[in-house]
């Protein structure tokens, strides 16, 4: 079966550090990459990473806070997030496509997969 599942998700304290995972069954994917929704927003583009992790992507508001791996032999990407703020309260989504262009360009139109998403509550 071809998914992908999130992990990591959880209540933070403001300036604290979380990381995320995106396990991946079934297939490989040429990119993967984060999106996150907060209520009554827009998806936001958070990060994107090559499949063989050579070439990176980040939203402006992530940059210089977010990092984004991936770890083949075990099919999954990472997002380790510093420096958390309120604002980064969201749902976080693991999405995957095959055309790794699109993806690290931070559009969802190479998007083929989404999972299924973990809350990240960062408090005050």
């Known amino acids: 079966q071809v998914q992908l599942k999130e992990s990591g998700g959880r209540q933070v304290q403001d300036g604290g550090s979380l990381r995320l995972s995106c396990v991946a069954s079934g297939r490989t994917w040429g990119a993967m990459t984060w999106f996150r929704q907060a209520p009554g927003k827009e998806r936001e583009f958070v990060a994107a990473?090559?499949?063989?992790?050579?070439?990176?992507s980040y939203g402006e508001s992530v940059k210089g806070r977010f990092k984004v791996s991936t770890d083949n032999a075990r099919n999954a990407m990472y997002l380790q997030m510093n420096s958390l703020r309120p604002e980064d309260t969201a749902v976080y989504y693991c999405?995957?496509?095959?055309?790794?262009?699109?993806?690290?360009?931070?559009?969802?139109?190479?998007?083929?997969?989404w999972g299924q998403g973990t809350q990240v509550t960062v408090s005050s």
């Open positions: 999405a995957a496509g095959t055309d790794w262009t699109p993806i690290i360009a931070g559009t969802t139109n190479g998007v083929e997969l």
């Open positions: 990473v090559t499949w063989r992790g050579d070439i990176e």
